[in-house]
């Protein structure tokens, strides 16, 4: 079976959704929606797609869409998921991250999702690769025996200057449009902690360094049950850099290249008393995955990888994150 994917919104990441519905069986691409006529001009050519929508409604009414995944900026997410959901003319909401920019508006998206039978899941790409999938697998097999802490980066900068990173050149740097190094960046290293401990933490504390309008940079440190930590150093004025450590009181897990890593060969480094062991893992497209999953859901009825529970408690992380670095002081969950 193939199901039938709708885009809203056009921009960048639309087009990773786009290659993805190109490279799996299971998914096409039959209709876009954006406010903007020229971006659907420009993507609808581009993925050879006839039905362009300037009326999410009229699409939602006329296309018989099974998915459709929210490709607008974060600010919207919450607005745009719940009319989706209302519609009652969709089976599945694929959300790009993050999912909302507060847990009460995540809780009202997950709400309208089951009010109307919709499988509402956030699109955490990294999820959904080998890799993450075989680390997870180890951890829970005890091959670093008891799980102590995580520490991840995700840093992007090659050189630029701050006066470089403006809030009209990128959504990412615009706080009114949900921008802000923890909605873009930290989001990752907070879901992945959060799925390796399997729980969520007790205490957040957080620290900020500021661009010209949204948060630049931040600092981060997760408190977990029995005192185990997770912590964070992500930024876009920070050299580029990628990578999570996974330590146990047995070994260590290191994951190089660990989010954006599309159509790149990784591996694992399982580090021991023994010595060290590398698995490798084939290149792959980690949206195609996505998708390939959201599409075993519908069919067999599945449990989704990313439950939108699991999102709203990740939003009320952020919240902490972004009031302890306001504030300056932790805060408790």
Same mark, same amino acid.
């Given at each position: 079976m193939s199901y039938r994917v709708g885009l809203v919104g056009t921009g960048g990441i639309a087009r990773a959704h786009g290659s993805a519905c190109q490279q799996i069986e299971e998914a096409d691409l039959v209709a876009i929606y954006d406010v903007s006529k020229e971006q659907?001009?420009?993507?609808?050519? #581009?993925?050879?797609? !006839?039905?362009?929508?300037?009326? $999410?409604? #009229? /699409?939602?009414?006329?296309?018989?869409?099974?998915?459709?995944?929210? &490709?607008?900026?974060? &600010?919207? %997410?919450? !607005?745009?998921?719940?009319?989706?959901?209302?519609?009652?003319?969709?089976?599945?909401?694929? &959300?790009?991250?993050p999912f909302t920019q507060t847990a009460s508006e995540a809780e009202s998206f997950v709400a309208a999702g089951k009010a109307n039978g919709v499988l509402v899941a956030e699109a955490f790409k990294f999820r959904h690769h080998p890799m993450h999938l075989k680390a997870q697998e180890m951890i829970e097999a005890g091959a670093i025996g008891d799980l102590l802490n995580v520490r991840s980066t995700f840093c992007t900068n090659s050189g630029r200057p701050v006066s470089d990173r403006t809030p009209e050149s990128n959504w990412r740097f615009?706080?009114?449009?949900?921008?802000?190094?923890?909605?873009? $960046?930290? &989001?990752?290293?907070? %879901? %992945?902690?959060?799925?390796?401990?399997?729980?969520?933490?007790?205490?957040?504390?957080?620290?900020?360094?500021?661009?010209?309008?949204?948060?630049?940079?931040?600092?981060? /440190? $997760?408190?977990?049950?029995?005192?185990?930590?997770?912590?964070?150093?992500?930024?876009?004025?920070?050299?580029?850099?990628?990578?999570?450590?996974?330590?146990g009181h047995e070994g260590l897990l290191r994951l190089d290249s660990v989010w954006n890593n599309e159509n790149r060969a990784v591996n694992i480094e399982h580090k021991t008393q023994d010595g060290v062991q590398v698995i490798e893992f084939d290149a792959c497209f980690q949206f195609a995955e996505q998708l390939r999953h959201m599409c075993e859901c519908l069919e067999t009825g599945r449990v989704h990888r990313i439950s939108g529970a699991h999102s709203i408690a990740q939003m009320r992380v952020l919240d902490a994150v972004k009031l302890s670095m306001e504030s300056g002081v932790a805060v408790e969950l």
């Open positions: 659907l001009a420009s993507y609808g050519e #581009e993925f050879a797609v !006839e039905a362009r929508y300037t009326d $999410l409604d #009229e /699409m939602l009414a006329k296309e018989n869409l099974d998915i459709v995944v929210i &490709c607008t900026w974060g &600010c919207f %997410h919450a !607005e745009v998921g719940i009319q989706i959901c209302n519609s009652g003319n969709v089976k599945a909401v694929l &959300c790009e991250k615009n706080k009114a449009k949900g921008g802000g190094s923890i909605y873009d $960046l930290a &989001c990752y290293n907070i %879901h %992945h902690a959060r799925a390796v401990f399997g729980e969520d933490p007790v205490r957040v504390f957080a620290s900020q360094e500021l661009g010209i309008e949204a948060d630049d940079a931040a600092s981060i /440190m $997760l408190a977990f049950s029995s005192g185990r930590t997770a912590q964070i150093s992500v930024g876009f004025n920070s050299f580029n850099s990628q990578y999570a450590e996974i330590s």
